[in-house]
């Protein structure tokens, strides 16, 4: 079946203009996370939601950054007013949930959304 | 506070050797591992995962792991390399202590296969 896919695929944007990152989860995961990885860096963990709600938001880095996602569908990613550190390949990953049960903890990642802000 | 140590961040081997990335990790509950690997441009796919079942864990492309609670390890191997599996590897934890099923990870490896 159709995997996670994010869009757009690269974004290039001037410093201080807004972005979006879209996200569509697996249909059926009800868990979706955010994760930003820096250029030879591992996996920084943004944001967490299960279902629309968001119970773990530890990972922003700034009140610049901001989720949200519409039932168990489709998640956007912003970022206000860019800075050049926000650089980075933005990826999102779905699983099925998070309720206890080794089965369903796999995460399934997008292919992830570059960001260069110049 | 859980965290993930891999240690090399460029392993080379020749095709046909043997390949060991190592992981390890810290965890004050017991862990969910997992190894992911990213090919060039491509989002992250599961090689395998330790969910507290048999401490030797089998994953695709001939990749295994094994827990070690002891030396707090979760090194991967392959007996033979092949050229398609040069790509960076990451070792994850689970974080479970929040109930939220976020991965920690580690920095990555990258694995580099000489002809």
């Known amino acids: 079946g159709a995997g996670v896919s994010q869009s757009p695929s690269n974004k290039v944007t001037e410093k201080g203009k807004d972005v979006e990152l879209r996200c569509d989860p697996i249909?059926?995961?009800?868990?979706l996370y955010w994760y930003r990885q820096r250029l030879g860096q591992g996996l920084e963990f943004l944001i967490y939601?299960?279902?629309?709600?968001?119970?773990?938001k530890s990972g922003l880095p700034s009140d610049r950054f901001s989720a949200e996602r519409t039932g168990e569908s489709v998640s956007t990613l912003t970022i206000q007013r860019t800075q050049q550190e926000d650089s980075a390949v933005y990826l999102c990953?779905?699983?099925?949930?998070?309720?206890?049960?080794?089965?369903?903890?796999?995460?399934?990642f997008g292919p992830g959304t570059r960001l260069t802000v110049l | 506070a859980q965290s993930v140590t891999q240690l090399g961040s460029h392993v080379s081997v020749s095709e046909g050797a043997l390949v060991l990335l190592r992981c390890n990790y810290s965890?004050?509950?017991?862990?969910?591992l997992f190894w992911y690997v990213q090919y060039p441009n491509q989002g992250l796919q599961l090689l395998l995962k330790?969910?507290?079942?048999?401490?030797l864990v089998k994953g695709i492309n001939g990749f295994e792991a094994e827990f070690k609670k002891s030396e707090t390890s979760f090194h991967l191997t392959k007996p033979s390399a092949h050229m398609s599996d040069a790509a960076e590897y990451f070792c994850?934890?689970?974080?479970?202590?929040?109930?939220?099923?976020?991965?920690?990870f580690g920095q990555g490896t990258t694995l580099q296969v000489k002809p």
């Open positions: 990953a779905s699983s099925l949930t998070v309720v206890a049960g080794p089965s369903t903890d796999t995460q399934y």
């Open positions: 249909s059926g995961h009800t868990a």
């Open positions: 939601f299960q279902g629309n709600s968001a119970p773990d």
């Open positions: 965890s004050s509950v017991p862990p969910y």
């Open positions: 330790y969910t507290s079942a048999a401490t």
């Open positions: 994850a934890v689970s974080d479970r202590s929040g109930n939220t099923g976020k991965l920690i």
